[in-house]
C-alpha cells in the first residue's frame, strides 16, 4: 500500500496563489508588530488558503509483479554433434531447478532455432521477441541461452533488444574442437546447356593443420574430378552444363585424419540452372501439303527455336525446259546441310541441329544414299529425327528404304488405311511422359477431332504412345544409341490446327514431341525425381513399368529412411515427406538417383560449426552478463543464479545474475479529501474560535 496527498484547487490557479501570498504578508505583519496572537492567526490564515488549495490523502492499493527470465534452448541442427545434446539437456534442467527457488520470479523456456527449411541460420534473439512481446520491459529480469554460440540474428547494439536486462551465454561443445569445411567463394546460378561454368571454392581447417586435402567433385552424383588441392587456397573448377533445368554440382573434402567435429559442412551444393541456347531444327518437306504450315507455324512460335525449313519445289528429274536463270528457287544445299551440319564439332562436341524432321519427305533423288548414312549416325551419336510420315512412306521411294531404316522403328507394309478414327492413347502411352495427360485423352472417344489416314507398318520395334484405326501404330517412339527417332504415321496432324471438328491439343502434343527428341530430362520414361513443396519433399518416380521399387531417403545429416511409392498417375508414382532438415536431400531406388537442395544451396547452420563465445559476447558484455563454456575441460558447470536488486555487471566467475525489478498493478485507489465535510468545518471553525479566544483575554 502506498500513502501520498494531492491538490485540486477551488479557485484558479493565480488566485490561489494571490491568496496565499497575501495570507504570508498578513502573517509577517503580525510578527513584525508583535501582534499578540500572531502565531494562531498564522495557522488560521494557513488552513484557509490550505482549504483553496483542496488537498486529499490518497492510498493506493498494489500488487507485485513477478520479475520474468528467459531461458533460450537452441535446437538447431548443429546442437546435434558431439555431446551438445547432453550438455544442452543437463543445463536447461539444472538451470530451470534453480531458477524456480527463487521467489517473484517467472520463468519462461523457449526452444528455437529449428530448422524449417525456409530460415537461413540460427536464429534465437527471433525467438526471444515472440517469447517476451507480452512482457512489459521494467519486468525483464534477464535471459540465458543455451547455445553453441554460432547465433545469426545477433543484434547490432544492446538499445536493439528493447528491454535493460542482462543477457548470458552458456556455450556447449569444446573448445579443442576440429572441423573441416569447403567454402563457396563464387558460384553461378545459371549456364548455356553445352557451355561450362566456373566454381570458385576454398577448403578451411578449424582447429586443425593439415596442408592438403583430397577433393571430389561430381555433377548430378557422377565424379569430373578428384585431386590434392592446398588448404586454405581459392581453387577453380570448370563444370559442363549437360542439361536443360537444375545441374547440382558437389565438391567435397574427405574427413580430417583423426577425426572431425562432422563431416557434413565437408561439402558444398551449387545448383547451376541448365539454360538451352537456340535449339536448331532442320525442317525438310518432301512436297507442298497442309501440314507443312502446322509445323512452320508451330516451331516458329516458340522463341527458344532457329529453324531452317527447306521444301523441295523441284526435284532433280524435273525438266520442263526453263533456263536456270530464269528460276528463282534456291539450290538445296545437301552437303552444307548433311555433312557439314550433323558432324560433332568442338568445343561443344555436337552437331549444328538439334533436330531434324523429314515432311513428308520420299527419295527424290535430292539426297543420295551416304547422306542418310550420315543422318543414321547423327542419331546414334545424339542427335534427334522425326518423320512425319504420310502415303510417301508406303511408297516404293519411302524414305524406309535407306540407311535411315536402320534407326526408323517401324517398316511401312506397303498400305495405307484410309477411314475415320479417333486417335487414341496405347496403354504405355497413357504412362509416356509425352502424351500422359494430353487434353482431351481422358474420355472415349478422346475430346478432340477425327483423322482419317494412317500408313500400315509392321515389325514395331519402339513404343507405340498413339494409335490409329484398327489399333494400328500411329505416333511410335525409339531410343537408337545416344539419339531418339519418332514416327508419326499419319500426315493430318493439320486437322486439329484447323479446327476440323473441334481440333486437338497438337501444340502441346508437338512441343513435348520436339522436346522429347531433344532429351529434356522432365520428359524422360525412366527417371527418379526430388521436388520441393513449401516444407514437404516429394519424392516422384516416373516409369513404363507396371511397378515400382522402393526408395531410400538420404537427409543433409546422413540419416536414411526407406519410402514405399505409391501410384498418382499412369506411370507416376510418389511419395510425400517433411523436409526438415536445409541441404542436399538424395534418393536412389538402386538403380535411378536423384539429388535436390533444399533452402539455400550452403546453409548458414552448417558454415561453421565449431562452439565459440565470441559471437554472443559482445551483446552479453553490453548488458553486464557474460557469455562462458559449460565445459571447460574439468567437466559440465551449471553457474549458480543470483538475483541482483541493480548493478552494471550481472556475472561472476562461477555465477550469473538477473536483474530484480520492483513492477507493480493497482488494484485500488482511496481519496480522503481534507477539507471536506465536518473535519474540514471543525479545522476551520476551531482556528477561528481560538482568534476570537486569544482576542478575548
Do not use: C
Not at 496527498?5 to 488566485?15: G, K
Not at 545474475?657 to 471536506?676: C, E, N
Amino acid at each position: 500500500m502506498n500513502l501520498g496527498i494531492a491538490f485540486a484547487p477551488l479557485v484558479q490557479a493565480q488566485i490561489l496563489w494571490a491568496a496565499i501570498a497575501a495570507a504570508a504578508i498578513l502573517a509577517l505583519l503580525l510578527f513584525v508588530s508583535r501582534s499578540r496572537g500572531a502565531v494562531i492567526r498564522t495557522v488560521a490564515l494557513a488552513l484557509i488558503a490550505l482549504a483553496l488549495s483542496n488537498p486529499s490523502l490518497t492510498r493506493e492499493d498494489r500488487q507485485p509483479l513477478s520479475s520474468v527470465v528467459v531461458v533460450v534452448v537452441d535446437k538447431s541442427p548443429s546442437q546435434k554433434f558431439g555431446d551438445r545434446t547432453r550438455q544442452t539437456e543437463a543445463a536447461r534442467a539444472a538451470l530451470v531447478e534453480r531458477l524456480h527457488r527463487i521467489p517473484g520470479l517467472e520463468v519462461r523456456v523457449v526452444e528455437a532455432g529449428q530448422s524449417d527449411g525456409e530460415t537461413d541460420g540460427t536464429r534465437l534473439f527471433s525467438a526471444l521477441g515472440s517469447t517476451l512481446a507480452d512482457v512489459p520491459p521494467d519486468r525483464v529480469a534477464g535471459v540465458i541461452m543455451i547455445t553453441d554460440g554460432r547465433v545469426h540474428d545477433v543484434p547490432a547494439n544492446a538499445g536493439a533488444l528493447g528491454f535493460a536486462a542482462p543477457i548470458h551465454a552458456l556455450i556447449t561443445g569444446h573448445k579443442d574442437e576440429r572441423d573441416r569445411r569447403i567454402a563457396l567463394l563464387a558460384a553461378p546460378r545459371f549456364g548455356i546447356v553445352g557451355q561450362s561454368q566456373t566454381i570458385s571454392y576454398r577448403v578451411e581447417d578449424h582447429g586443425a593443420h593439415e596442408t592438403a586435402a583430397a577433393v571430389t567433385v561430381r555433377r548430378d552424383g557422377e565424379v569430373l574430378e578428384s585431386e590434392s588441392v592446398p588448404v586454405g587456397v581459392p581453387q577453380n573448377v570448370e563444370v559442363p552444363i549437360t542439361h536443360g533445368g537444375a545441374n547440382i554440382v558437389e565438391i567435397e573434402a574427405a574427413p580430417l585424419p583423426g577425426g572431425e567435429l562432422t563431416p557434413v559442412n565437408n561439402r558444398a551444393v551449387v545448383s547451376i540452372d541448365g539454360v538451352r541456347d537456340k535449339l536448331r531444327v532442320l525442317l525438310v518437306s518432301g512436297e507442298p501439303n497442309p501440314g507443312e504450315r502446322t509445323w512452320r507455324n508451330i516451331l516458329k512460335s516458340d522463341p527458344s527455336v532457329d529453324l531452317v525449313h527447306f521444301t523441295i519445289l523441284r526435284p532433280p528429274e524435273k525438266q520442263d525446259g526453263t533456263p536456270i536463270n530464269e528460276l528463282s528457287l534456291i539450290a538445296f544445299p545437301t552437303r552444307e546441310l548433311f555433312v557439314n551440319k550433323i558432324v560433332k564439332e568442338p568445343p561443344e562436341n555436337k552437331a549444328f541441329f538439334d533436330l531434324i524432321i523429314f515432311d513428308r519427305y520420299a527419295r527424290l533423288g535430292v539426297l543420295p544414299f551416304p547422306y542418310f548414312e550420315n543422318i543414321a549416325r547423327y542419331v546414334r551419336e545424339g542427335g534427334a529425327v522425326l518423320v512425319d510420315a504420310g502415303p510417301d512412306y508406303a511408297s516404293p521411294t519411302s524414305i524406309w528404304h535407306t540407311p535411315l531404316d536402320s534407326v526408323l522403328p517401324a517398316a511401312p507394309s506397303g498400305d495405307v488405311t484410309e477411314e475415320p478414327f479417333h486417335p487414341r492413347l496405347t496403354e504405355l502411352g497413357k504412362r509416356h511422359p509425352v502424351t500422359r495427360g494430353l487434353e482431351g485423352s481422358d474420355s472415349d472417344p478422346p475430346h478432340w477431332s477425327q483423322w482419317f489416314r494412317v500408313v500400315d507398318t509392321r515389325d514395331v520395334s519402339g513404343t507405340t504412345i498413339m494409335q490409329g484405326a484398327e489399333h494400328k501404330p500411329l505416333l511410335v517412339l525409339a531410343h537408337e544409341g545416344e539419339g531418339r527417332v519418332a514416327l508419326l504415321l499419319s500426315d493430318q496432324m493439320w486437322l486439329w490446327a484447323r479446327g476440323f471438328q473441334g481440333g486437338g491439343p497438337q501444340l502441346d502434343l508437338l512441343r513435348r514431341l520436339s522436346h522429347w527428341l531433344m532429351q529434356e530430362p522432365d520428359l524422360e520414361e525412366e527417371a527418379l525425381r526430388l521436388i520441393v513443396h513449401g516444407h514437404n519433399l516429394v519424392v516422384q518416380r516416373q516409369t513404363m513399368a507396371d511397378s515400382v521399387g522402393e526408395v531410400t531417403l538420404t537427409s543433409p545429416s546422413g540419416s536414411n529412411r526407406v519410402l514405399k511409392l505409391d501410384q498418382t498417375k499412369p506411370g507416376l508414382w510418389q511419395s510425400t515427406v517433411t523436409a526438415d532438415e536445409l541441404g542436399l536431400w538424395h534418393a536412389t531406388d538402386g538403380k535411378l538417383n536423384a539429388l535436390v537442395n533444399v533452402g539455400p544451396a550452403n546453409p548458414r547452420e552448417f558454415a561453421e560449426v565449431t562452439s565459440t563465445t565470441q559471437v554472443l559476447a559482445p551483446i552479453a558484455q553490453a548488458t553486464g552478463g557474460s557469455s562462458r563454456r559449460l565445459d571447460d575441460g574439468s567437466g559440465l558447470e551449471v553457474p549458480r543464479v543470483v538475483a541482483v536488486r541493480s548493478g552494471d555487471t550481472y556475472a561472476g566467475d562461477n555465477w550469473i545474475g538477473l536483474k530484480m525489478t520492483d513492477a507493480s498493478i493497482v488494484r485500488g485507489i482511496g481519496v480522503l479529501p481534507v477539507f471536506a465535510g465536518l473535519l474540514g468545518l471543525l479545522l476551520l471553525l476551531g482556528s477561528l474560535a481560538g482568534t476570537w479566544a486569544r482576542e478575548g483575554r
